[in-house]
């Protein structure tokens, strides 16, 4: 496990990081996510040592990295932006003198370039490299010391649907084995499909901590969405039914919010009651995204000027 205590950054007097507190916990896919710099990068890079901490600390199983000196790629491998390489290098030499440097076989290293998909183009020079192949080498550079605990910084930039298909089972095994997983992405249906819960920041400072389920549910009222032959006499009958609130939809769909937890029963016993013939009828939640805006909405720090000035 990562555990991330009262974490301050600055760069020479602006602190970006105002004492960040919250865990990765092992077999598990955290998502980490924030407005554009908010601070996701930073922290990532202070967990892993490579910026300096103002106060607070990092430890990962209790003990901070630093401890771990040969044992270090074993504890942690990182995939961040951007990642360092020769052009003129092919994938194979690149990743086999990493490697050596850390003191990992080169069969480690041969294994992990087959793992990411590049074995077939392993002698092809880096700078001919599409985005999301040198994504690929970055991970299996991170994947080399088959490490407990991986930090991915926006790791499905670049991929195509198929790449960010194959990096989401990738992320979502390597949890599965046991690993802590921390992520960052900007795709957030993406994260949707990926992370077990949820780290969110904005200006620096912790928005909260949640499980994926439980950010989705937060203040959200139940709604469902029907479709039926004769919507009119339909929302006549919905009078009968108390604290629901009814919204009609332009495409002629009837929603209902309700606090009540038994809102479907309630409309289905009414269409049954009334006769109305129900063509749909669907529960709806909010998405990620605008989970995501209500969260940050307060912490956004370069926003968009609307057009029409609304
Ligand atoms: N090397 C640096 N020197 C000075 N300021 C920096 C440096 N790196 C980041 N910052 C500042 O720190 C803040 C956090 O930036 P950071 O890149 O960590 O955010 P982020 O959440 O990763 O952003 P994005 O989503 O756009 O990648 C920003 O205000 C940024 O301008």
């Known amino acids: 496990m990562i555990a991330v205590k009262e974490l301050t950054k600055k760069y020479g007097s602006t602190e970006v990081l105002h004492g960040l507190t919250f865990s990765v916990p092992d077999g598990q896919v955290t998502g980490f996510l924030g407005p554009n710099g908010s601070g996701k990068s930073s922290t990532m890079r202070c967990i892993l040592g490579l910026d300096t901490i103002g106060k607070g600390e990092v430890t990962f199983n209790g003990k901070p990295l630093s401890s771990y000196r040969a044992q270090r790629p074993h504890i942690a491998g990182a995939l961040l932006e951007p990642t360092w390489y020769m052009p003129s290098h092919s994938a194979r030499a690149h990743i086999r003198s990493i490697a050596q440097a850390a003191g990992i ?60 298909h194959w990096m989401r089972g990738l992320i979502r095994s390597s949890a599965a084995e046991g690993r802590a997983v921390l992520v960052s992405s900007h795709l957030l249906h993406e994260m949707e499909l990926t992370a077990d819960r949820l780290v969110v920041i904005g200006k620096g400072s912790l928005i909260g901590e949640y499980t994926m389920d439980e950010f989705l549910r937060t203040g959200a009222q139940p709604t469902i969405r029907m479709r ?77 000027q609307d057009r029409r000035g609304q």
């Not at 009958?237 to 769909?253: E, I, M, P, Y």
């Not at 038994?262 to 269409?271: F, K, N, S």
């Open 105 to 164: 076989s080169q069969s480690r290293a041969d294994e992990c370039l087959e793992l990411v998909g590049l074995a077939d183009v392993q002698k092809r020079k880096i700078k001919k490299f599409s985005l999301g192949m040198k994504q690929r080498l970055g991970l299996a550079v991170a994947l080399l010391g088959d490490p407990q605990h991986l930090i991915l910084d926006e790791p499905v930039n670049g991929l195509d649907p198929e790449g960010v």
């Open 228 to 304: 039926v032959a004769d919507p009119d006499s339909f929302v006549d009958a919905t009078s009968r039914l108390d604290g629901v609130n009814l919204t009609r939809q332009t495409d002629g769909s009837l929603e209902f919010a309700s606090e009540a937890p038994d809102l479907d029963r309630r409309l289905g016993e009414l269409a049954r009651d009334t006769g109305a013939v129900v063509l749909e009828m669907a529960p709806q939640r909010a998405g990620l995204e605008q989970k995501f805006l209500d969260a940050t909405g307060q912490a956004v720090e370069y926003r968009t």
